[in-house]
Nanobody, 121 residues
Framework: QVRLEESGGGLVQAGGSLRLSCAASGTIFSLNSMGWYRQAPGKERELVATIANSGITNYADSVKGRFTISGFNTEKTVYLQMDSLKTEDTAVYYC???????????????WGQGTQVTVSS
C-alpha cells in the first residue's frame, strides 16, 4: 500500500506565498519521480512541476520563475514553494508519484487526495 499525504494548502492574497508538501509512505522499492498537478473548477488537470530522481525538474510555463519544486528521493517528500501567487493559481493541487512497489513490478502513478489553494485578489 502506498500513501501520498499532502499538506500546506490554504487561502492567501495575490502576491503571497505558500509551500506545499507531499510525503510518500508505504511499500516503495523505487521512486522515479514526484510532482504536482492542479485542477481548477471547470478545467482539466494540468502539470505544475515535476522532479525526477536524477534531480531534473520540469515546470509549466505559467509557473516558471514563481514556483520551485524540491526535495524527494531520500526523504520521499517533495515540496512546492509557490511565490508571487496569482488568482489564476487557485485550484486543487494534487501530488503524484511514479514508483514501483517491488523489483519485479512496473512503475505506476499514485495520486494524493489533493489540497485546496485559493488566491484572493
Amino acid at each position: 500500500q502506498v500513501r501520498l499525504e499532502e499538506s500546506g494548502g490554504g487561502l492567501v492574497q495575490a502576491g503571497g506565498s505558500l509551500r506545499l508538501s507531499c510525503a510518500a509512505s508505504g511499500t516503495i522499492f523505487s521512486l522515479n519521480s514526484m510532482g504536482w498537478y492542479r485542477q481548477a473548477p471547470g478545467k482539466e488537470r494540468e502539470l505544475v512541476a515535476t522532479i525526477a530522481n536524477s534531480g531534473i525538474t520540469n515546470y509549466a510555463d505559467s509557473v516558471k520563475g514563481r514556483f520551485t519544486i524540491s526535495g524527494f528521493n531520500t526523504e520521499k517528500t517533495v515540496y512546492l514553494q509557490m511565490d508571487s501567487l496569482k488568482t489564476e493559481d487557485t485550484a486543487v493541487y494534487y501530488c503524484k508519484a511514479n514508483l514501483a512497489q517491488q523489483r519485479q513490478l512496473l512503475a505506476t502513478d499514485y495520486w494524493g487526495q489533493g489540497t485546496q489553494v485559493t488566491v484572493s485578489s
